[in-house]
T-cell receptor, first 112, second 114 residues
Framework: AQSVTQPDIHITVSEGASLELRCNYSYGATPYLFWYVQSPGQGLQLLLKYFSGDTLVQGIKGFEAEFKRSQSSFNLRKPSVHWSDAAEYFCALKTSYDKVIFGPGTSLSVIP | DTAVSQTPKYLVTQMGNDKSIKCEQNLGHDTMYWYKQDSKKFLKIMFSYNNKELIINETVPNRFSPKSPDKAHLNLHINSLELGDSAVYFC?????????????FGSGTRLTVV
């Protein structure tokens, strides 16, 4: 089955600390993977995407993600979190049926 | 200029009513989608259209009917609204019907059925 899981429902970090949000996927071939961010009351914004090439992908707002085929993971990282990064983060996978399915999301809180 | 715009932003209505949500994109994308986000923030695709043609139709009650008059617009009409239809509905668009470039989302329509 093709699926996306995000093991952490909620994460709290202090402002200035580093961040890593976990994403695992299940897919038989090379996946197309995405990270989106949803601020309160807003739509989702694409942070970055991976579909081939360099396994370390740079995105907007200082985020990066690393694709690890051996671990079926696509974790999102940021070296120093800002209070404005508090939001819901979704990992997503394009399936072989050309649908994009989303993980359940990780809610990020930032302590000043 | 808003890339993907949805109206209305909020919709409160009684059970049994019929309502529509409108979506427009000015990105020149060929493919548009409707997603439903439930109270637990879970996102599920409902429909997608490519150049006015339906290409994805998930297991959605037939009370929900999408309509695409042209490739820049995708509206969602809901008949006989039920309490369980309460959710946030997102419209999105992409430049490819495979979704591989990612989506641009609207800001959502919060539907509350009372």
């Amino acid at each position: 089955a093709q699926s996306v899981t995000q093991p952490d429902i909620h994460i709290t970090v202090s402002e200035g600390a580093s961040l890593e949000l976990r994403c695992n996927y299940s897919y038989g071939a090379t996946p197309y993977l995405f990270w989106y961010v949803q601020s309160p009351g807003q739509g989702l914004q694409l942070l970055l995407k991976y579909f081939s090439g360099d396994t370390l992908v740079q995105g907007i707002k200082g985020f990066e993600a690393e694709f690890k085929r051996s671990q079926s993971s696509f974790n999102l990282r940021k070296p120093s979190v800002h209070w404005s990064d508090a939001a819901e983060y979704f990992c997503a996978l394009k399936t072989s049926y050309d649908k994009v399915i989303f993980g359940p999301g990780t809610s990020l809180s930032v302590i000043p | 200029d808003t890339a993907v715009s949805q109206t209305p932003k909020y919709l409160v209505t009684q059970m049994g009513n019929d309502k529509s949500i409108k979506c427009e994109q000015n990105l020149g994308h060929d493919t548009m989608y409707w997603y439903k986000q439930d109270s637990k923030k879970f996102l599920k695709i409902m429909f997608s259209y490519n150049n006015k043609e339906l290409i994805i139709n998930e297991t959605v009650p037939n009370r929900f009917s999408p309509k695409s008059p042209d490739k820049a617009h995708l509206n969602l009409h809901i008949n006989s609204l039920e309490l369980g239809d309460s959710a946030v509905y997102f419209c999105a668009s992409s430049q490819s019907d495979t979704g591989r470039y990612g989506y641009t989302f609207g800001s959502g329509t919060r539907l509350t059925v009372v």
